[in-house]
């Protein structure tokens, strides 16, 4: 076969080409250059990060402040301490400075998750789903349970029973509280690390499935199932008997509590092509909004009742915690989060502008807690430890080497603070007993200088 002439492919548009005059010409090559340029408009937007969003019309839902109780102690009984996950204990007694600390447990693995406190009691797990129960008093082990093999979320407590989720083998755990026993276990068909919230009869975890279960508390039954775009990872919220939560789909939704029924659907908005952003962030919800972080570097505040975006601000990398939301007696509304760019954010809880930015020195994983007018928060190298800011002026009024994802909670008596493989208990040191230890450290060095002759006299005169 001859092959085809190329110069007769092209001959038709030169010829055509040429019997256009100059101006016909040029009109065409600016036609063409306006194509181009439109197309690459259209390219850098869909590959274009969108902006922040503010929309001031959506409900702002003033609340009353709730003022420290002079209770001795209370429950810390779900992650995030109450079902809506705001992580605020109101209380006077729980502030710095700390006496040493009263007691130390030494899990000896991982422990992601800070414990529950129940009962005069606290419960948690380790990252090889071994579950304990210790006493807060001493800090002494109650009882210890196998559950799994991964495990990775705090429990909840409800009416003498804690309930529990695993990764492997991925099921959902009810155990008696005072003494460990398994009541149920109810495979969930994927892993799981949703801390459980009980609604009624119901306890309300989620899979990596994407499914969110309503299990009956006293046998373990299914009693609704609802599916989702992806992973759900993070808690639900619980509030008014809607559930809110969200997936790694970027998908945020709230649910009936009863039914599963959906109330709406949103979605993070942070990525290119329209996508919106994963969600590990366990929301937190307060004043009429729905707060989370998302790995697409932002921090979210949706409306609780229609699911709009009430606002968003960017973080310079992963926001990967759930926030912790609170109105203290001496702050405003405030979201409290940190974020894989190694800062720390106090955010206005209505606007989501910046009250005040730390820098801690490494990135945040984990949920801050808000114990009275301190906000706490657990950090991961290059610095490592908890540190705890005076929650209006970002002040820091407290250090401890001890914290890395999930650190605080208390019983409105003390602050139980939660380390790599371990956990210490903290009370308020007040002025008299500060006043009787620097005493006691007086009486000591003076029997060491008396039990060592010249020893003062020394140190004396090397100091002129």
Do not use: C
């Not at 495990?151 to 003498?160: K, L, N, Q």
């Not at 068909?189 to 899979?207: C, L, M, Q, Y």
């Not at 940190?338 to 730390?358: C, H, I, M, P």
């Not at 308020?428 to 006691?440: G, L, M």
């Amino acid at each position: 076969m001859t092959p085809f002439p190329m110069a007769r492919l092209f001959a038709r548009p030169l010829e055509i080409w040429r019997s256009w005059s100059v101006r016909t010409r040029v009109l065409a090559i600016a036609g063409l250059g306006l194509l181009v340029a439109g197309i690459a408009v259209a390219g850098y937007l869909a590959l274009k990060r969108p902006g922040d969003i503010s929309n001031p019309n959506v409900d702002f839902v003033e609340e009353r402040r709730r003022e420290p109780k002079p209770v001795k102690t209370v429950d810390w009984p779900v992650y995030g301490f109450d079902d809506a996950r705001t992580r605020y204990l109101p209380t006077e007694r729980v502030r710095p400075p700390y006496d040493a600390s009263e007691w130390s447990f030494q899990a000896g693995k991982l422990l992601e998750f800070s414990p529950i406190a129940a009962n005069g009691a606290l419960y948690f797990q380790d990252k090889d789903a071994l579950f304990r129960a210790l006493d807060a008093e001493n800090g002494k082990l109650l009882w210890e349970k196998e559950i799994g093999d991964l495990a990775a979320s705090s429990p909840a407590y409800s009416d003498g029973r804690v309930f529990a989720v695993t990764l492997e083998p991925g099921s959902a755990v009810a155990l008696r509280a005072k003494d460990g026993k398994v009541l149920w276990e109810r495979p969930l068909d994927a892993r799981s690390e949703t801390s459980p919230v009980v609604f009624g009869k119901s306890v309300i975890v989620g899979n990596e499935s994407g499914d969110v279960f309503a299990l009956d508390r006293e046998s373990g039954k299914v009693r609704w199932r609802v599916s989702t775009a992806d992973s759900v990872k993070g808690g639900l919220a619980l509030k008014d008997g809607i559930l809110y939560g969200a997936n790694y789909a970027g998908e945020v939704f709230a649910l009936r509590a009863s039914s599963g029924e959906e109330v709406w659907k949103s979605s993070t908005s942070g990525l290119s092509l329209g996508r919106g952003g994963p969600v590990y962030s366990t929301p937190a919800v307060a004043f009429g909004r729905v707060y989370l972080g998302s790995i697409d570097g932002r921090v979210y505040s949706f409306d609780a009742e229609s699911g709009n975006v009430a606002w968003s601000h960017s973080t310079g990398d992963w926001a990967y915690p759930g926030p912790a939301v609170a109105e203290t007696p001496h702050s405003e509304p405030t979201v409290y989060i940190g974020s894989k760019d190694q800062n720390f954010y106090a955010l206005d809880a209505q606007t989501g502008e910046v009250r005040w930015q730390k820098d801690v020195g490494g990135i945040v994983l984990g949920a801050a807690s808000v114990l009275g007018e301190v906000v706490y928060v657990g950090v991961i190298g290059p610095k490592t430890g908890t540190l705890g800011f005076n929650v209006r002026t970002g002040k820091q009024v407290f250090e401890n080497d001890l914290g890395e994802y999930n650190p605080v909670i208390s019983d409105g008596n003390r602050m139980y603070l939660t380390g790599s493989s371990g956990i210490r208990a903290f009370e308020h040191e007040t002025p008299a007993e500060r006043r009787r230890e620097a005493a006691r450290r007086r009486r000591v060095r003076q029997r060491e200088q008396e039990e060592q002759p010249g020893k003062g006299e020394r140190s004396h005169k090397g100091q002129s």
